[in-house]
């Protein structure tokens, strides 16, 4: 929450400074064109918003690598400290690589729990794979995707369907369960 508080108050800084003009003329008066730039007391809403989690490690280290990263037109608060995120694409690194990336509804991020909940036709995609599902988590200290939701992947002429999965992004890893549908390799079709 700390974090998201501190996003915040970055946020209402920068339009207080683009607003005030570093005192060469008095500030806008808001339109209905600057108020979705505005952030709203009780919660709040912002645009155009951009959160990661990185790599542990200190920052004396050198810059930390970003590990997962949300992008989001709009997000909101809600209670516990989950920031809420609609249309939201998402990006998995590894070693500043993107390795992956995926399309979803919404999303819920927690700085506090390092974890992300992204949910409502879940898009997966890495090279040429292409996974649909309903939800996922990202949990950061582990640097896991996994669901327990059924999915449907498909690659090429390879289709198969599974209960639920679970990503290594370190190994790059796919690792699902229940597995069924057709698998095909240059050599040829095994089912």
Known sequence: ???????SCLVAIILAFLFVGCGKSAPPAITEELK????ETGGFTARDVELAFFES???GEGPRKPTFRL??????????????LSDVHAEIFDKNVR???MDAAQA???????????????VFRMGTMTMELQSVEWINDEQTLRS????????????????????????????????????????????
């Open 148 to 191: 327990d939701s059924e999915l449907t992947l498909t690659d090429g002429e390879t289709k198969l369907s599974a209960s639920s999965m679970k990503f290594l992004s370190a190994d790059k890893k796919l690792i699902m369960t229940n597995v069924s549908g057709m698998f095909h390799r240059a050599q040829g079709v095994k089912q």
């Open 71 to 84: 992008k989001a037109p709009t997000i909101s608060s809600e209670n516990g400290g989950v920031a809420l």
């Open 1 to 7: 929450m700390n974090a998201l508080l501190t996003r």
């Open 108 to 122: 819920g991020y927690s700085e506090e729990t390092k974890q992300a909940t992204l949910s409502g036709g879940v």
């Open 36 to 39: 979705d730039e505005v952030i």
């Open 57 to 59: 490690g200190t920052m």
């Open 99 to 101: 390795v992956a990336e």
